[in-house]
């Protein structure tokens, strides 16, 4: 059995990647996904890179240097509003502070686009995905999925910004699509979809 460890401490993005990377196999043998926590590892993270991809690659690298020569990847993923100006990006998890639940930095961005018309309210999800082999190297792919800004949060499911992204083909937010229809075409199942060939091309 071989070892995924995943950098990341929020439990929504774990269980969609844990559905992306299902039946992955490495050289002939199955892969277990764990979780930094599942691992054991707990490691302090700076996330102080200017980029999605640059923040990604430094939570991968910490925890590599912790773990015992896994393969180690991370996400670092977000929220760009266009009529914000690309906010709350980057800082799409500290956005109104860390502790402020989605439900308030959801409705406080509703709020902020109250007066701006359908057609000026485009956003996507960013993701990139950093991956650090047993050897050192390191590699990293981004990919976004384009949507609008609802007027009011829709749906239960998925987590953090999920409830005001509307998809425009289905009508909905991705809130209230499945797991695995969000996971078909979202940031994260498209970029993780993408390095899991690479994984499986690099016969490791
Ligand atoms: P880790 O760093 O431990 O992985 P985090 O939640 O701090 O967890 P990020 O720094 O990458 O992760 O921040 C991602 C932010 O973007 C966070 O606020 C998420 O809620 C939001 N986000 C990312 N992908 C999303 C998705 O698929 N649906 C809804 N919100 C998403």
Known sequence: MREII??????????EIRDILKGLTLGGEPVAVHSMKEAGIDVPIKEDGK????NARIKARAVAAASQKAIVLADDSGLEIDALNK????YSARYLGEDTSYHE?????????ALVPDEKRTARFVC????????GRC????ATIE??????EKGENGFGYDPIFMVPDYGRS???????????ISHRGKALRAVRERLEELSL
Do not use: H, W
């Not at 980029?51 to 640059?54: G, K, M, N, P, W």
């Not at 906010?87 to 980057?90: D, L, S």
């Not at 991705?174 to 078909?184: F, G, I």
């Open 51 to 54: 980029s999605f991809a640059e």
């Open 128 to 135: 990139a995905i950093a991956c650090v082999l047993p050897d």
């Open 6 to 15: 995943f950098a990341t401490g929020n439990e929504g993005k774990m269980r």
């Open 87 to 90: 906010e709350p990006g980057i």
């Open 105 to 113: 930095k959801n409705n406080n961005l509703l709020t902020r686009l």
């Open 147 to 152: 949507g609008r800004i609802g007027y009011e």
């Open 139 to 142: 590699f990293t792919q981004e």
């Open 174 to 184: 991705t809130a209230e699509l499945s797991e695995e229809e969000k996971n078909r």
